[in-house]
């Protein structure tokens, strides 16, 4: 083509800098009409060709260099992000240690604290049953006291009461022995020794429990009623230890009542049948009863719904009911207070 350039007639050939162009046009120009020659165009050509071909490397170089730059940059980005994963791993490789330390440390205090509380466990565990056994052993002694002092009463009468001494004297050798007794079955009972088994009667056994206990159940203004079936067998078991555990539930049901004021304290002492391979004495009170939640606790050694107990008595006398091969329980009244049973086969293999 033809165009004036400062005022003079150029012709000017344009070339393609790529094969469709897309990179622009290289123009050249001459005053000449003829350009250009079959010689001039074949020297542009390649001149052109050799410029798209620098300028497609520079292109690439520059895409390189991107992607160089580029990558260095993730490069650095990840090694910060090692650094602080390394770093945030040896500070929680520190904390491990040091709280492993700290577990071996509260490891080791919790041993020696354990070491401790057994030992104290021990020492109260000793503590309440030399208890137990005193409260066990009052009870005859008791008997022994008021009958002696009944004795010299009788004999300091004018004229003496001779009989009434000698049948108290009597009591007072009978109470003696049972003292003596108690603390023999005892020994035998946490020494895990054979029961002394004979033929007991238990009505009869209950009546000189209740003997021994009529002097508490007046202070405490308890009136005692009783329902003893007839013709009752005897059972097979050892009598003091199955007296122990007459004499520390009509205990109980008497405390029980100690503090009502609102109704009569009545209690209601039962033996009877259970089926007919076992008889069962309940004791019913009017007392203060139990939580019922705590029903499965109360035969458990130390615990006690007493202000002042120890909790050893219902937990010995369940002891000595199942090594006589009974049970022993306790249910709330539907009215006020509370009722606890315990059940003896009639026959006994020695244990």
């Known amino acids: ?4 350039i400062g005022g003079v007639d150029v012709s000017i050939t344009p070339l393609r800098l790529s094969l469709h162009g897309d990179d622009g046009l290289v ?3 001459s005053r000449r009409l003829d350009l250009p020659r079959q010689t001039e165009k074949l020297v542009l050509t390649v001149a052109v060709n050799q410029a798209a071909i620098e300028l497609q490397k520079a292109r690439s170089l520059s ?5 160089a730059s580029r990558l260095d940059r993730e490069v650095s980005l990840r090694t910060k992000e ?10 929680e490789v520190a904390e491990r240690k040091l709280a492993e ?3 071996n440390r509260s490891e080791e205090d919790l041993r020696s604290t354990q070491t401790k509380l057994a030992h104290m466990a021990r020492l109260m565990t000793m503590t309440q049953l030399t208890a137990s056994i005193a ?3 009052n009870q005859p002694l008791s008997g022994i006291l008021t009958n002696a002092n009944t004795c010299l009463r009788m004999l300091a009468a004018s004229p003496p009461n001779i009989e009434g001494a000698r049948e108290t004297a009597r009591r007072t050798i009978r109470d003696s022995n049972r003292a003596s007794e108690v603390v023999k079955r005892l020994r035998a009972l946490f ?12 009505t009869e056994a209950l009546t000189e429990v209740i003997a021994l206990s009529r002097s508490r159940l007046q202070r405490n203004r308890v009136s005692l009623r009783t329902e003893l079936a007839d013709g009752l067998p005897n059972v097979t078991a050892d009598r003091v230890q199955l007296q122990q555990v007459m004499l520390n539930l009509i205990h109980n049901a008497s405390d029980a009542m100690s503090s009502i004021d609102d109704r009569p304290r009545e209690m209601l002492v039962r033996v009877e049948r259970s089926g007919m391979e076992a008889l069962r004495v309940t004791v019913h009170d009017v007392g203060v009863g139990f939580d019922r939640g705590n029903q499965e606790r109360l035969f458990d050694a130390f615990f006690t719904t ?6 050893i008595g219902l937990s010995v006398s369940r002891s000595i009911i199942e090594r006589h091969g009974g049970r022993i329980w306790a249910e709330p009244n539907e009215g006020p207070g509370a009722s606890f049973s315990f059940s003896v086969p009639l026959t006994q293999t020695p244990r």
């Open 27 to 29: 123009a050249a120009g």
């Open 63 to 67: 895409v390189q260099m991107q992607i």
């Open 101 to 103: 330390e700290a577990r």
């Open 135 to 137: 409260h066990e052993v």
């Open 82 to 91: 090692l650094a602080a994963a390394n770093e945030e791993l040896r500070n």
């Open 1 to 4: 083509m033809r165009m004036p």
């Open 306 to 311: 007493k202000d002042e107990g120890m909790g």
């Open 191 to 202: 020494g895990s020794r054979k029961l002394a088994l004979e033929p007991v009667d238990l």
